[in-house]
Every structure is written in C-alpha cells, then in structure tokens.
C-alpha cells in the first residue's frame, strides 16, 4: 500500500540530496591549467605553495619566475591573495598564424638586390617556434641545424601539421618564407644563409599552451639565438609571456611575431608587446 509521505521528510531528503550534489560537485571541480608568477625563486617553496593547494606542478621555468601547473578552480582566488604570488594567468592557448603561399614577397621587399651584395642572413641563428619542420625538405634540409620538439618532450621537431589535406606544415611553410635555400629550386627565402633551428610548440592543429611558448622561448635564450620567429597568435594578453619575450629581448635577441588572424583588426599576442616587432600580411594585387 503506497501512502502520502508528510512534507517534512520530503524537505529532509531534498536537503539531503542537495548536500550530496554539493559535495560530489566539490569534489569534480575542474583544475584550470595555469601559469603561476611568484615575487622569491625558492624551487621547493614554489613546489610546496602548489602541492598545499591541490595542484599538480607542471613545469618549473628558468627564464622567468614561474611555473605552470594545474590547480583546482575552487583554490585560484585563494591562492592570488598570497603574498608569495605575484601573478596567476590562464596557461592560455595560441594558434598558428595565416600565412601566404609563395615568395613573391621576397621581392616586392627588396631582398634580391641585398642577396646580390652577399647579403644572405649567413651567421644568423633563428628559432622558429611554430608547429615543427619537414627538415628533409630540398630547400630547407641544408639551412635546418636542430631544435627541439616541446610537444612531444623529444628532440626531433618534425613538423606532423601535414597530415591531412586540410593541414599546411605551417612551421615548415615559415621556416621556407624565412630562409628556404637558392638552389634554383622551388621557392627562395628571405634570409637563405641564415640556420633555422625548428622549436615546436604548437601541435599537428596548429595550437599550443603559452606554457609551451614560454619554454620555447626559453630554449632560444638558452641555445643564444639571435632571432626568435613566432608566426602564432592569441587574443589573451599573458603576463607570463610578457615577461619571457621581454627577458628573450632583454638578452639581446630580435623577436618577431605574426600580428594575428584578425584581418585587419587589432594586433594579438605577443605581437602586441613593446619587445616584439609585429609583422602583418598584404595581398599581391
């Protein structure tokens, strides 16, 4: 026999459930990738303040004060009032930037007359941080001299953004733009002596973490490069990336980066930044 049941015990079991569903979403709250900036270097200290937070330390970077980790949502504004902490931002995402398809830019700069006075970029060390290289390219296999691959944690960057139909070995197009080899072969690059070194960070989509572009950029410091290419964009202004160029540039190295995919619009990061030198696109007509 079914009966009515008072009102008291239905408000106790809807008081009830509401607690589980608290708890439960308590405790499948979602980490947020983050980059976290701290104001003291202390390694362990650094560690500790994540770990007491809930958090996984992901990388621990040497060009900048700061580490990328991932932190449950719940504990980020908590952790921001530390005094230890000097900033929290989103490891945010940065894509490829469009790019154009033949070398008739190359000319229309100016740079056959410079080639012709021997001018060729010879002695000129530029990492192009992008989606990787096809370094057995003819004209890119005598100019690529290494790199590093910071997607997949190896030291082979070849560049998989050619997969598909729809994909268009982004890294391998730009390293080509850059510096793609007079053999009286295939397309001529801007600088065609200069020694490409291929860091990637972004993956075969076109698409990588600031925390990855960090580490790229920290890669260049470290191996004393002379000009870091980023043809890469993101709408997000990042403190964390903001310091990195700024310390790249501070070391003496030219940084370059694509003005974004906005077509006209305003200029994304890095681009944007004081310390890096935007570059933009024109159509050939």
Not at 22 to 28: D, E, H, K, M, P
Not at 65 to 74: F, G, L
Not at 89 to 112: L, M, T
Request: net charge negative.
């Amino acid at each position: 026999m079914f009966h009515c049941v008072s009102l008291r015990i239905i408000k106790n079991i809807v008081l009830i459930f509401c607690a589980i569903l608290v708890i439960n979403g308590t405790a499948l709250a979602a980490d947020r990738d983050v980059i976290v900036g701290f104001h003291q270097s202390d390694v362990t200290a650094k560690e500790k303040l994540i770990h007491d937070n809930g958090g996984k330390l992901k990388k621990d970077f040497h060009l900048i004060n700061a580490v990328s980790a991932s932190v449950p949502e719940a504990n980020i504004e908590k952790m921001k009032k530390d005094q230890r902490i000097k900033y929290i931002v989103n490891d945010s995402i940065f894509s490829a930037a469009d790019e154009y398809s033949s070398s008739w830019g190359v000319q229309y700069i100016g740079s056959q007359p410079v080639h012709t006075q021997g001018i060729n970029g010879a002695g000129v060390k530029i990492a192009v941080l992008d989606t990787g290289i096809d370094y057995n390219h003819s004209d890119l296999k005598n100019i690529y001299k290494g790199g590093y691959d910071f997607i997949n944690n190896d030291p082979d960057p070849w560049d998989d953004n050619c997969l598909s139909y729809f994909q268009t070995c982004h890294g391998t197009h730009v390293s080509g733009i850059i510096a793609a080899e007079q053999n009286d072969f295939g397309v001529i690059g801007v600088a065609p002596g200069a020694s490409i070194y291929a860091v990637k960070v972004l993956d075969a989509g076109g698409f990588g973490a600031a925390s990855l572009v960090i580490a790229g950029i920290e890669w260049a410091v470290a191996n004393d490069m002379n000009i870091i290419s980023m043809s890469l964009a993101s709408d997000e202004d990042n403190a964390a990336v903001l310091e990195a160029v700024n310390a790249a540039y501070n070391s003496g190295i030219l940084l370059v980066a694509a003005g974004g995919n906005t077509d006209g619009g305003s200029v994304q990061y890095p681009a944007a930044y004081d310390s890096v030198i935007a570059v933009a696109a024109i159509d050939q007509a």
